[in-house]
């Protein structure tokens, strides 16, 4: 069924699809129209779920994780401060290894005080062991939310995912999406059942202590299972591809990448604006390209090294700043492409902080900077690429 | 009325790490008698963690979910809301906090909890400070305790705020059954969470549980102190049920000093 929907009514079909069994929520701006709508499912009947009102974000995490170890499907969604507040719950469910969804409309962080879209509330909880992926559409919303159930319940991977979508550009922006049939959809997400649950026949202990001894080996296995996910996360995206025809790559999406010498890497979005500035400047002549990068958490270095090995210099934007250094994602890239025998140069840019528009003038001038360096290079000029920000 | 001849020898907590005559681990050893294995036990990161459910000795023979130290009451929710959609009837879930886990950091919760109406019970196992740290004082001190936050000094006289009145904040949320508890009333105590038990909705239960060494006294003492904390007057035995609240009488009260002088945490006190 195709429906006029925006990002977050989006992942609200998706929710309602995947048949979650118990949704906790507080509302938090720009991602409460998620949970409202849910709550109208609940109300007009065509969805089956408990939704607990929670006093808090922290609260709505404890619940999940309560109801996710009984065996259930759960659900929550958050932004920003709402994010923050959580922070204590995250590590507390990845490290339990309890499967679930959340999704994150990105918000910045204050202050200053705040409601648009940046990736700094995200960002910031990347060493919590929760995947992080990060979609382009509406339609890739509704669907990565349906890829996510399946593989955080992965045997072999058994950890949360957030799906993130960009505050307002996506969560209340408009599009046509194409909703699945509920049937075509049990087909794709069988209930989930999980092999450990609260049992009285089967008393286990959920989120144990561990001392020095054993805790380590806690988190190697967390480790394992994340580097894991990567391979998962491709092939429950191929496996979605069999079922409704839409894929997105699996972990990072190429656009004109294998002939670029400049080559743009950006999350969530941008992307969108980002490919009719490589498609208007292709036009000109000139070779650049585009990676998004949607899993953000595991990082796909493998992938990223694949696809940018032949560019010249690699152009990244942040919607993020890890303050005192540069912005998280250059780091990141220049870390991933550390070991190629030939390295591309990279520049770091920021911007899109605060929901600061990231116009095609703005790419634009991203691409002419980094292709003027590449024709000094040319030239035989040696100079260091300075990326910018966005003031 | 629970008779203790008829409790059941069945043990549903054993093997702890806890320290010899723990007053809270008695609280929760002698709750699931009369609560039995059909229970799930929601706990924080407390004494009562540390001492039983360090991996790999579980002490608990019924399931246990941990959460972080401000959630008990929450996830409490989610695992009454899951066991629910699981169609598992008749488990009873039961959030276990000590005193900084319910009247400090975990308040928030308990109250939104609470105010769902949610089906459970919640019993704060009080001993007056935050022992699992090392005695740090919490809203549940007593007026001039010594902890190592609230230090005897020159100037310092102890905890400077009387204790927080836990028992009217849950009484004031309309909650259909309420009380205080000592260990060393134990008859006392079991009815209370039986009557617990039966309550459709939330059920709060703060039961008075001497710390040997955060307060500061032989091991062997600690029912003794339990008794003694009603006798004197410290610790009234109460219960808000239908929104009335009903204190036990004490008919020969026993002077304070007794309750006090035994305890290091009170011996700046003048006589």
Known sequence: ?391 | MVKIKELPDVELVQGSYACAGCGGILAVRMALKVLGPETVIVTTPSCLLGVTTFYPQLAFKVPCVNVTFPSTAAAVSGVVAGLKCRGKKGVRVVGLAGDGGTVDIGLQALSGAIERGDNFIFICYDNEAYMNTGVQRSGATPLGARTTTTPVGSVGRGEERPKKDMLGIVAAHNIPYAATASIGYPQDYLTKVQKAMQVEGPAYIQVLSPCPPGWGYPSELTVKLARLAVQTGQWPLAEYENGRLTVKEIAHRRPLRDYLAPQARFAHLPG
């Open chain 1, 1 to 391: 069924m195709r429906a006029y929907l925006n990002g977050n009514e989006a992942v609200a079909a998706a929710v309602r699809l995947a048949r979650a069994e118990v949704v906790a929520a507080y509302p938090i701006t720009p991602q409460s129209t998620i949970v409202e709508k849910i709550a109208e499912y609940i109300a007009d009947g065509s969805m089956e779920a408990d939704y607990i009102r929670v006093e808090s974000e922290h609260a709505a995490l404890a619940a999940c994780y309560g109801s996710a170890v009984t065996g259930t499907r759960v659900f929550t969604a958050t932004s920003s401060q709402g994010l923050a507040y959580m922070f204590e719950m995250l590590p507390y469910v990845s490290g339990c290894r309890v499967p679930m969804v959340m999704a994150v409309a990105n918000r910045g962080l204050a202050a200053p005080w705040t409601i648009w879209a940046d990736h700094q509330d995200a960002i910031a909880c990347r060493d919590t062991g929760w995947i992080q992926l990060y979609v382009e559409t509406a339609q890739e919303a509704l669907d990565t939310c349906l890829q996510a159930y399946k593989i955080a319940a992965h045997p072999e991977v058994l950890t949360p995912v957030m799906v993130c979508l960009d505050g307002y550009v996506l969560s209340h922006t408009e599009e046509i999406v194409d909703v699945p049939d509920q049937e075509a959809v049990d087909r794709f997400l069988p209930p989930y059942r999980p092999e450990y649950s609260v049992d009285t026949q089967r008393p286990y202990v959920f989120g144990v202590g561990a001392g020095p001894d054993l805790y380590p080996a806690f988190k190697y296995y967390q480790q394992q299972a994340m580097l894991r996910a990567k391979e998962v996360i491709k092939e429950v995206d191929r496996e979605f591809q069999a079922h409704f025809q839409r894929s997105y790559g699996g972990l990072v999406d190429p656009y004109y990448c294998h002939d670029a010498a400049v080559v743009l890497v950006v999350m969530g979005a941008t992307a969108g604006t980002a490919r009719e500035v490589v498609d208007y400047l292709r036009r000109q002549g000139e070779a650049v390209g585009l990676l998004r990068l949607r899993s953000f958490r595991p990082f796909p270095v493998e992938d990223l090294r694949a696809a940018l090995t032949r560019a010249r210099v690699v152009a990244v934007l942040d919607r993020d700043c890890s303050f005192g250094y540069e912005g998280v994602l250059a780091t990141e890239i220049k870390a991933a492409l550390a070991g190629l025998p030939v390295q591309p140069q990279v520049a770091g840019f920021i911007g899109g902080l605060g929901g600061r528009d990231i116009s095609q003038e703005d790419l634009a001038g991203i691409f002419r900077h980094c292709l003027e360096a590449v024709r000094r290079q040319d030239r035989g000029e040696k100079q260091v690429i300075n990326g910018d920000w966005q003031k």
